[in-house]
């Protein structure tokens, strides 16, 4: 047998196959793109970055900056794979101060595009512009053109038919997209950014003297008053940012971003810090949202981790892990004073004696008592201290007394009384607890958790029969979305209107509410769009519709359902226990947690030594 003449299995790859490999690894989707271009617009010193998009960035994606532009003999060699000017030498790779490094970014995204470069730089007379087709340079020409650079992607994918099948919609691609840009412009606030998507603008990030004016851009007023200030420093570290304080906690994880050394990444060693950091700070169902920034020294991270860069390693974790702890601790232990806008204190405010500021609905409703810690399901628990007048257990109240608590613009409406069943109502406990004799047991029932199962079935009830009904609002309900989010809610509004919730576009990340379903209460409506945000980021193909509603319903119930801290008379006790016994006594509210704590009579017999 000649071996010499026998084919080995093992060859080496084309060169176009190599590029194609190489851009699957760095170019992920549209965003990928949007990222790395941005990424080299920055460390070219760019002070205005413009990017534009079709369909989500399938069709087009056009970065333009004022940048310093290359000349004529780099702007070919940019296209080159491992060609660039932020590595010189091996020890570089160990010490990067630049956003790019690895070299591939241009030309992965040129072998799954059709892309064109204009590019000139303040010093030169001309620039120049190159067209390339998958990978392969078509034209090169010298043009006239402003100092920066402009790059033009379109028909991303379009050699590469297995990668664009797994594009998602394009609200969904755009969000992600829309997402890069903040978190660029969260990293670089004296930069101005601007993102138009099919012709028309989204966004407008002018330039911000600090960072607490690109956080009022991005994320408002009211969301800055909830937030308070970090600090830290360790050994060759830095953290500075904000973080929300635990009252003001959410259901939702938005924003939760993290820089090191201005990249956006993904850090499980600081997301764990800063769990911990919180602490009993945290209520069950509740997450931190935060903008923080760790500057580290760049020999002491490893930025090469990832080919997206979306990952960082750190040369000592257990360092990074407790300086963020400590910070977010410190923080948080302090006073849940905000950032100060326009030279005042934006501070939540503590309520008079009752406990009570009104059901959700209100602006100034149930957000105002920084002691009580808020959870998902709208459970409220003590901070560690007493009421403010001094008791830990509220005295019960009639109906009357309890319409006329102060401190909220209008009356609290009662529990809707029906006719009464097998239930003696006890009182209450800690505006908290019900105690009632329910047939021959005792029971101790959570008043937040068993009115927001109630409202479920509800719910539930009538979406299986198809008629939700729907109350319109006197008063339509302005409220912002994050772009990101807005996007995805846009898409499924019309979700939300079969059950009852009629939400409309009112320019850039701003809805109205006009109407809600007919058997809910007054709501806190930026808090419960908030959450439903969460709820359809969930979504998917392979759920059920079933699957998908029930979150929905059930956030919609626990906005709804009376709070804990709320004084409840007698008689509104009982309906709501009545209205929870029809529904079966089921032991769980939607999101899981426990109704009530129920003692037989034969368990009474038993601790009393009657059996």
């Given at each position: 047998?000649?071996?010499?003449?026998?084919?080995?299995?093992?060859?080496?790859?084309?060169?176009?196959?190599?590029?194609?490999?190489?851009?699957?690894?760095?170019?992920?989707?549209?965003?990928?793109?949007?990222?790395?271009?941005?990424?080299?617009?920055?460390?070219?010193?760019?002070?205005?970055?413009?990017?534009?998009?079709?369909?989500?960035?399938?069709?087009?994606?056009?970065?333009?900056?004022?940048?310093?532009?290359?000349?004529?003999?780099?702007?070919?060699?940019?296209?080159?794979?491992?060609?660039?000017?932020?590595?010189?030498?091996?020890?570089?790779?160990?010490?990067?101060?630049?956003?790019?490094?690895?070299?591939?970014?241009?030309?992965?995204?040129?072998?799954?595009?059709?892309?064109?470069?204009?590019?000139?730089?303040?010093?030169?007379?001309?620039?120049?512009?190159?067209?390339?087709?998958?990978?392969?340079?078509?034209?090169?020409?010298?043009?006239?053109?402003?100092?920066?650079?402009?790059?033009?992607?379109?028909?991303?994918?379009?050699?590469?038919?297995?990668?664009?099948?797994?594009?998602?919609?394009?609200?969904?691609?755009?969000?992600?997209?829309?997402?890069?840009?903040?978190?660029?412009?969260?990293?670089?606030?004296?930069?101005?950014?601007?993102?138009?998507?099919?012709?028309?603008?989204?966004?407008?990030?002018?330039?911000?003297?600090?960072?607490?004016?690109?956080?009022?851009?991005?994320?408002?007023?009211?969301?800055?008053?909830?937030?308070?200030?970090?600090?830290?420093?360790?050994?060759?570290?830095?953290?500075?940012?904000?973080?929300?304080?635990?009252?003001?906690?959410?259901?939702?994880?938005?924003?939760?971003?993290?820089?090191?050394?201005?990249?956006?990444?993904?850090?499980?060693?600081?997301?764990?810090?800063?769990?911990?950091?919180?602490?009993?700070?945290?209520?069950?169902?509740?997450?931190?949202?935060?903008?923080?920034?760790?500057?580290?020294?760049?020999?002491?991270?490893?930025?090469?981790?990832?080919?997206?860069?979306?990952?960082?390693?750190?040369?000592?974790?257990?360092?990074?892990?407790?300086?963020?702890?400590?910070?977010?601790?410190?923080?948080?232990?302090?006073?849940?004073?905000?950032?100060?806008?326009?030279?005042?204190?934006?501070?939540?405010?503590?309520?008079?004696?009752?406990?009570?500021?009104?059901?959700?609905?209100?602006?100034?409703?149930?957000?105002?008592?920084?002691?009580?810690?808020?959870?998902?399901?709208?459970?409220?628990?003590?901070?560690?201290?007493?009421?403010?007048?001094?008791?830990?257990?509220?005295?019960?109240?009639?109906?009357?007394?309890?319409?006329a608590v102060p401190g909220i613009g209008e009356a609290s409406p009662g529990?809707?009384?029906?006719?009464?069943?097998?239930?003696?109502?006890?009182?209450?406990?800690?505006?908290?607890?019900?105690?009632?004799?329910?047939?021959?047991?005792?029971?101790?029932?959570?008043?937040?958790?068993?009115?927001?199962?109630?409202?479920?079935?509800?719910?539930?009830?009538?979406?299986?029969?198809?008629?939700?009904?729907?109350?319109?609002?006197?008063?339509?309900?302005?409220?912002?979305?994050?772009?990101?989010?807005?996007?995805?809610?846009?898409?499924?509004?019309?979700?939300?209107?079969?059950?009852?919730?009629?939400?409309?576009?009112?320019?850039?990340?701003?809805?109205?509410?006009?109407?809600?379903?007919?058997?809910?209460?007054?709501?806190?409506?930026?808090?419960?769009?908030?959450?439903?945000?969460?709820?359809?980021?969930?979504?998917?193909?392979?759920?059920?519709?079933?699957?998908?509603?029930?979150?929905?319903?059930?956030?919609?119930?626990?906005?709804?359902?009376?709070?804990?801290?709320?004084?409840?008379?007698?008689?509104?006790?009982?309906?709501?226990?009545?209205?929870w016994v029809r529904e079966g006594l089921p032991m769980t509210c939607p999101?899981?947690?426990?109704?009530?704590?129920?003692?037989?009579?034969?368990?009474?017999?038993?601790?009393?030594?009657?059996?």
């Open positions: 047998m000649n071996l010499a003449s026998r084919t080995g299995k093992i060859q080496v790859l084309p060169g176009d196959v190599v590029s194609k490999i190489a851009a699957g690894e760095v170019v992920e989707r549209p965003a990928s793109v949007v990222r790395e271009l941005v990424d080299n617009s920055l460390d070219a010193g760019a002070t205005k970055i413009t990017v534009e998009v079709r369909d989500g960035g399938r069709a087009l994606i056009k970065v333009t900056d004022d940048g310093e532009g290359m000349g004529q003999e780099d702007a070919p060699l940019a296209l080159e794979r491992h060609a660039t000017s932020k590595v010189r030498s091996e020890q570089d790779l160990w010490s990067i101060h630049t956003l790019g490094f690895r070299g591939e970014a241009l030309p992965s995204i040129a072998s799954v595009s059709r892309l064109t470069l204009i590019t000139a730089r303040r010093d030169e007379p001309v620039g120049t512009r190159l067209v390339l087709t998958g990978g392969v340079t078509e034209q090169r020409e010298e043009v006239a053109a402003s100092p920066g650079t402009q790059i033009e992607a379109a028909d991303l994918f379009f050699n590469t038919p297995a990668r664009k099948k797994f594009l998602k919609a394009t609200p969904t691609e755009f969000s992600h997209i829309c997402q890069v840009i903040q978190q660029a412009a969260l990293a670089w606030p004296k930069v101005r950014f601007r993102l138009l998507h099919n012709g028309q603008e989204v966004l407008d990030y002018p330039a911000a003297s600090s960072l607490r004016d690109r956080l009022l851009q991005l994320y408002g007023q009211r969301w800055l008053e909830q937030v308070v200030d970090v600090r830290g420093e360790g050994p060759g570290l830095r953290l500075t940012g904000v973080t929300v304080h635990g009252a003001q906690a959410r259901a939702g994880r938005t924003p939760q971003e993290l820089f090191v050394n201005r990249r956006a990444v993904k850090s499980p060693t600081m997301a764990h810090a800063i769990a911990e950091g919180y602490g009993s700070f945290l209520a069950k169902g509740r997450y931190p949202q935060y903008v923080l920034f760790l500057e580290v020294e760049p020999a002491r991270v490893d930025v090469n981790v990832h080919p997206a860069k979306r990952e960082v390693r750190f040369a000592d974790q257990d360092l990074v892990h407790q300086t963020v702890r400590r910070a977010v601790r410190t923080a948080l232990g302090g006073s849940p004073q905000g950032i100060q806008l326009d030279g005042q204190s934006q501070q939540t405010t503590d309520r008079a004696a009752g406990g009570y500021a009104g059901w959700p609905g209100t602006s100034a409703g149930w957000q105002t008592q920084p002691s009580l810690f808020r959870r998902r399901d709208g459970l409220q628990t003590e901070a560690g201290r007493a009421n403010p007048a001094g008791q830990n257990v509220a005295p019960f109240l009639s109906g009357a007394e309890q319409l529990y809707r009384l029906e006719a009464a069943s097998e239930v003696i109502p006890l009182g209450q406990v800690g505006r908290t607890y019900l105690v009632a004799q329910v047939g021959t047991e005792l029971q101790v029932i959570d008043q937040h958790t068993a009115h927001e199962r109630v409202l479920f079935e509800r719910l539930w009830r009538a979406w299986l029969e198809q008629r939700v009904p729907s109350q319109p609002l006197l008063i339509s309900e302005p409220i912002e979305v994050p772009l990101q989010g807005a996007t995805l809610l846009t898409r499924h509004l019309p979700d939300l209107d079969k059950l009852g919730l009629s939400i409309e576009p009112f320019g850039a990340g701003a809805f109205v509410v006009r109407s809600v379903p007919a058997q809910l209460a007054h709501l806190d409506y930026v808090a419960l769009v908030q959450d439903l945000v969460e709820d359809l980021s969930e979504w998917n193909a392979a759920l059920s519709l079933e699957a998908k509603v029930r979150p929905i319903l059930a956030t919609l119930a626990c906005h709804s359902a009376v709070r804990a801290g709320r004084a409840m008379a007698l008689s509104e006790s009982k309906q709501l226990i009545e209205d999101h899981g947690r426990r109704v009530a704590l129920r003692l037989p009579a034969e368990e009474l017999g038993k601790i009393f030594g009657r059996a």
